[in-house]
């Protein structure tokens, strides 16, 4: 079983400024993928960006990058240069690879308001 | 990209009656979709997984007489709410996951349903 563990409930970020949320997750498994979804007040979720455990690189997309530290088991999503439209909570999830049925566990969540 | 309809976005309805919500992928094919619940400022409690052409799979604690779930062809799937009851009130989500694209075991989510049972 995937255990996913954010520690940041909210957090406060100056627009324009980076800000970095955590994540780590426990596994005994050797091939899986970690996501980082993101939940508007609308409620929608909204898929970020993914990191394959066998990824030798750092997963990127636009402002958003993750910080991959497989011996650490952490899984950090960094926004750069925060933007109002930020302001949502930010879901950590994984999925073991093995695993045929591609559920998903996703950690508690961490709120994240951006200040003008 | 991948997008995911939910309808209704939301509903009322009195206690007793049955609720449908459907989850369709419009641009891609989904063997598997799954049904989520949440409540306020918590994370998503996976309820069931959907399979197309079979049974769906229920998460363990979920009641699957009272949730049911119909995955009839390969881009949609409902979920029915029986004899609802005010503490079935939540925000139902679903997601599909792409065959064809996305890394590898990517959930596309729907924009959610709150179910609000008076």
């Known amino acids: 079983a995937q255990k996913i563990t954010q520690t940041q409930p909210g957090m406060f970020v100056q627009e324009k400024e980076a800000v970095t949320l955590d994540c780590t997750y426990d596994?005994?498994?050797?091939?899986?993928?970690l996501f980082w979804y993101k939940q508007p007040s609308s409620g929608e979720m909204i898929f970020l960006i993914y990191?394959?455990?066998?990824?030798?690189q750092n997963a990127t997309e636009g402002r958003y990058s993750l910080n991959f530290q497989k011996a650490r088991k952490s899984a950090n999503l960094v926004i750069s240069a925060s933007q109002l439209g930020d302001s949502a909570m930010y879901f950590c999830?994984?999925?073991?690879?093995?695993?045929?049925?591609?559920?998903?566990?996703f950690g508690a969540g961490t709120t994240v308001t951006v200040r003008a | 990209g991948a997008v995911v309809s939910q309808h209704p976005s939301w509903v009322i309805c009195k206690s007793g009656t049955s609720v449908k919500i459907e989850c369709r992928s419009l641009?891609?094919?989904?063997?598997?979709m799954f049904w989520y619940r949440q409540f306020p400022k918590q994370s998503l409690m996976l309820m069931a997984t959907?399979?197309?052409?079979?049974?769906?799979?229920?998460e363990q604690g979920v009641e699957k007489d009272k949730f049911l779930i119909n995955h009839a062809s390969l881009t949609l799937s409902t979920l029915t709410v029986t004899s609802a009851h005010p503490e079935d009130s939540s925000f139902y989500i679903c997601?599909?996951?792409?065959?064809?694209?996305?890394?590898?075991?990517?959930?596309?989510f729907g924009p959610g349903t709150r179910l609000t049972v008076l």
């Open positions: 999830a994984m999925r073991a690879y093995f695993s045929n049925d591609y559920k998903l566990s």
């Open positions: 596994t005994s498994d050797q091939s899986y993928g």
């Open positions: 959907s399979n197309e052409g079979s049974k769906a799979t229920y």
């Open positions: 997601s599909a996951r792409d065959l064809g694209g996305g890394p590898a075991g990517t959930q596309y």
């Open positions: 641009d891609f094919q989904a063997t598997t």
């Open positions: 990191q394959g455990s066998y990824d030798e």
